[in-house]
């Protein structure tokens, strides 16, 4: 049996939308994805955006999560600092329109380097809201813009944004490197050479011109080159974590990337923790269940 | 008193080309620059682009040096292997056309890492061969691909590219901080901060996200955005020199980016000896030298 919508929750980021409809006790009953994300909209277009939410799903309140409350997006929802739990961040929402609210981002405002989130807070805090992962834990969260999180007590306390993937996109598309790395990413003895390289080096500045200059000399397979320098920058990434001896890491998301990841944090002595998926509706109803 | 051209020297790089007249003392008597690099001309195009030279200079032997000799030029001179001297250069100089030699890049081509340079040794041991530089050294030569360059007895032993600039232009002109780095890139306060967190981070995936967080928080002004990721990319590339303050770093090349390197080798506690120009054609002079 299908339950009553009691709300709509909205996982709204860069490039895609995905909305649920959602019971009062936070199972999903029906589910929209488009490619309707920030980058595809103009702050005037929101309002049209959320109409076809309500055409599909009924007239309940709206929580959105993600880039819709960037400067880029619908409107801006301030970030709130760290730590920030769920109570926070539910408490800071904005009301963007009648019955639409947006939860805000979290910052390191105030500590020895500046860092912003806006979407993984909801993911990470929502693991622990289910039990999925503990109050107090170390996630990662790969992406464009990988993310370490850290969490005590079902607070973020601290994070880190490494620029990984879109450095590598980067180097793929253009530059001296471009043409040389059309070959499959994927977990193999190229990847993990590149991983063990990239940990030494640490600066992938340093190591990215080794991958040309390795096929220039046949130390380096053309095939295997893109394999490679992906283990050299996933490797860089994971190679400035100290403490992953310390404790398990918690991967947030799936596919092939949240693989190589494993791989990575596995082969750096890393214990690796998957975290079903879920996490970011579990982390909106529990935003929403605050005020329901 | 002007000497006669006894040959001619040319810089053949990737986008400009410096043709000189040399007398058989190793004075320029007349000089050429223009924008035909290798990436204007394909390999069909070299005839022609060396007509014009000898329409300009005569009919003299040409000795060339540069990506000229690559494969993206207009016929590879393979590489020599490290330790690198002058009178290797000169004995695999490659006979591409009548009285046209090519000189061949260095490799690393069996050690712990692979490297490649196509140019720099020729200034390098040209530096050397005037008494500019001292035989056994350690040579930067920023540039949108840096080279740590290091001989021994007059032959280049090691070497290193750190791909800085091209990432600095990459991250500049694409992805997320694009439009946030159009300001001034200089010498100043957030130039040296950035070194300071660069030196201190070594990955730049890790610390370039802070530039966006920076200016999103306001802890990092708009109009010092670009020289601060100018910092953060060259301190982490000055950074992974272990080595600065055993002996002093001779520097290669002026302008702008010379100058950034100096003050970011003088912070991490390096001492910087300017080379002066001229070592390019002093290295191509030795090189003729040899079978003249």
């Not at 277009?45 to 929580?63: C, H, N």
């Not at 380096?220 to 310390?246: C, E, K, W």
Request: glycine content about 12%; overall charge negative.
């Amino acid at each position: 049996m299908v339950g009553r919508t009691a709300y709509i929750a909205v996982d709204w980021g860069t490039t895609n939308r995905r909305a649920y409809a959602m019971t009062a006790d936070g199972a999903v009953v029906d589910t929209l994805q488009d490619g309707r994300g920030v980058l595809a909209l103009s702050p005037g277009d929101y309002p049209e955006a959320i109409a076809t939410l309500r055409e599909r799903f009924g007239a309940q309140t709206i929580v959105v999560a993600g880039m819709v409350g960037s400067t880029r997006g619908w409107r801006e929802a301030p970030y709130i600092d760290a730590p920030a739990t769920l109570q926070a961040l539910g408490a800071a929402a904005l009301d963007v329109a009648p019955d639409v609210r947006i939860i805000p981002g979290v910052a390191l405002r105030s500590g020895p380097r500046p860092d912003v989130m806006r979407g993984e807070e909801v993911q990470v805090l929502g693991a622990i809201s289910t039990g999925a992962a503990p109050p107090t834990a170390l996630f990662c969260q790969p992406g464009t813009h990988n993310k370490w999180i850290e969490t005590v007590d079902g607070a973020i306390t601290d994070f880190a944004t490494v620029m990984t993937g879109e450095l590598f996109a980067l180097v793929r598309a253009h530059g001296i490197l471009a043409g040389m790395l059309d070959g499959a990413v994927a977990d193999g003895a190229a990847f993990r050479d590149g991983l063990k390289r990239g940990r030494e080096a640490r600066n992938l500045a340093a190591a990215l011109f080794e991958v040309r200059a390795g096929v220039l000399l046949d130390r380096l397979a053309p095939a295997d080159a893109a394999a490679y320098a992906s283990g050299v920058m996933i490797g860089t990434d994971v190679g400035t974590r100290t403490d992953l001896g310390d404790r398990p890491v918690h991967l947030l998301g799936g596919g092939a990337l949240a693989a190589l990841y494993t791989v990575a944090i596995t082969e750096a002595g890393g214990r690796v923790v998957t975290v079903p998926d879920g996490a970011t509706t579990a982390g909106i109803h529990a935003i929403w269940s605050l005020r329901a």
